[in-house]
């Protein structure tokens, strides 16, 4: 693969800075060399959000490359080696926002098609590329609405590689083939105000909490499933009190989310929470919001490809996870898609310095090049 065509679309790419949900004008750029190889392309904008669809053929199967073009905020430049959006190379990395997550693994997508079209330009099946600028936000106007679109229309997505960064150590030695669904919750405990001398006068919700909150922290919450981590129950944020040191609150506020397993629902782990809370004499509101169910891809035609891919490219045998967050995997798999995400190390997606080493971008390109290699070629 030609490594400085994929640094240098890399570079340019992380140039322009696009936080969430700006796409400053990577897009535009990825649109045209689409274009230039034989691509229709389709922007697709929803409310402030800029999408991108870009499709090579008619036929079945579709292949598609997904990711994002929006990136974090860079946390203080002053921590920076260098300005995160003046992309450097040092000591064979790549520093900039989002060399890692996710603008690499879109330069790759580029460059491997590039490479794979003026090779095969008469191909079997199609090539996709759908990109967003609202994944690291609240991705309600990205992929999802992209997704919706064209099951509306019929475009059926066979095959799905999402570029997020999911390998630990050396590119490829780590593919996640699905991921845990994502429930958050805001609760209310609601007790009742009064004055610290007088607490028989009052009822504190803190304090009340405290034993369920003991048994919701020790229970399991799922049975052993061997394709994922167990469920687990993480409080992100909890307050109570008015500020006055003698005052007791009359209501204590939280917020919690579950990463859960297809051993459970997310109308299943609500249901318990209420019980829990009931059980130890709570009075209690919730409100709950699934921003993602769980999805598996099992053995097929997409993950024998990109493991052999993998092992051509870089002779290891690639590791199966379905660890760590979501990702916009979970708007394509329920369309039927078999969905694998491959990108670089993840070691420091979202950190200060973020970086990729200049070695992946030549292999991930070439690992993307193989699946097409073993999918589509002619």
């Known amino acids: 693969m030609p490594t400085d065509s994929t640094l240098s679309l890399a570079m340019e790419l992380i140039a322009r800075p696009s936080v969430t949900p700006d796409d400053g004008g990577c897009q535009p750029m990825i649109a045209e060399r689409l274009a230039a190889i034989g691509f229709t392309v389709e922007p697709m904008r929803f409310a402030s959000v800029d999408n991108l669809w870009a499709r090579r053929g008619s036929a079945a199967p579709l292949f598609v490359l997904a990711g994002h073009t929006d990136v974090v905020p860079t946390g203080p430049l002053d921590k920076w080696e260098s300005d995160p959006f003046s ?13 890692a997550d996710m603008k690499s693994s879109v330069a790759a997508f580029v460059t491997a098609i590039e490479a794979f079209v003026a090779k095969h330009p008469n191909h079997a099946g199609s090539i996709g590329v759908l990109l967003t600028s ?22 059926k997505i066979d095959f ?32 009742t ?35 994922f981590p167990d469920t687990s129950f993480q409080i992100s944020n909890i307050h109570g009190g ?19 397993s297809t051993s459970v629902t997310a109308q299943e782990l609500q249901a318990r929470v209420a019980e829990i809370l009931a059980r130890h004499g ?23 490809a990109v493991t052999a891919a993998i092992a051509d490219v870089s002779g290891i045998e690639t ?41 992946d971008l030549e292999a991930l390109a070439a690992m993307y090049l193989g699946v097409m290699e073993r999918l589509l070629a002619p």
């Open 193 to 227: 105000q009064g004055h610290v001398a007088y607490p028989q006068l009052a009822a504190n919700p803190i304090h009340r909490f405290v034993p369920a909150l003991t048994e919701l922290l020790n229970t399991t919450w799922d049975s052993d499933n061997p394709d």
């Open 319 to 359: 590791r199966l996870s379905t660890a760590g967050g979501t990702s916009d995997g979970r708007f394509i798999a329920p369309t039927g898609a078999e969905v694998v995400e491959l990108g670089p190390s993840n070691d420091t997606i979202h950190k200060i310095n973020e970086r990729v080493a200049t070695r």
């Open 134 to 155: 609202d994944e690291e936000g609240p991705a309600v106007d990205g992929t999802v609405k992209v997704i919706e679109a064209l099951e509306a229309r019929g475009d």
């Open 160 to 191: 799905c590689i999402v570029g997020e960064p999911s390998s630990e150590k050396t590119t490829g030695d780590t593919i996640k083939h699905g991921r845990r669904g994502s429930l958050n919750g805001r609760l209310t405990i609601w007790g």
């Open 282 to 304: 709570l009075e209690f509101e919730a409100d709950w919001r699934v921003s993602g169910e769980p999805f598996l891809t099992g053995a097929g035609k997409l993950i024998e």
């Open 242 to 260: 008015t500020g006055a040191e003698n005052v007791i609150p009359g209501q204590l506020d939280l917020v919690c989310n579950f990463r859960y």
């Open 87 to 99: 992309p450097v190379v040092r000591n064979d990395y790549l520093y900039g926002r989002g060399a």
